[in-house]
């Protein structure tokens, strides 16, 4: 059975900084490309990040230079260090791979205060 969790989020003042986790099971981990996803209120779902199983990685326009995504295969977690963080970061932020399965977790809400 296939299970995300992610955690790490909260709130916090524009331009500061979070590191988001997601921990996995149920999947090879280390042979999956993963992502980073967000969805704000009233948006859809977009992907802000991905790391391949090889270690390369791709960003979103909107957060490249602020967000760094790794991933740690031994623990098959995958993480999101994020700074310089803007209101407009604020969303429900999940993890899945690339791309995505069916289920996805909870996700962890970012909130970024002006």
């Known amino acids: 059975q296939v299970q995300l969790v992610e955690s790490g989020g909260g709130l916090v003042q524009a331009g500061g900084s979070l590191r988001l986790s997601c921990a996995t099971s149920?999947?090879?981990?280390?042979?999956?490309?993963m992502g980073w996803y967000r969805q704000a209120p009233g948006k859809q779902r977009e992907l802000v990040a991905n790391i391949a199983s090889s270690g390369l990685t791709n960003y979103a326009n909107s957060v490249k230079g602020r967000f760094t995504i790794s991933r740690d295969n031994a623990k098959n977690t995958v993480y999101l260090q994020m700074s310089s963080l803007k209101p407009e970061d604020t969303a429900v932020y999940y993890c899945?791979?690339?791309?995505?399965?069916?289920?996805w977790g909870q996700g962890t809400q970012v909130t970024v205060s002006s």
């Open positions: 149920g999947v090879i981990f280390m042979l999956e490309t």
């Open positions: 899945n791979s690339l791309p995505p399965m069916e289920h």
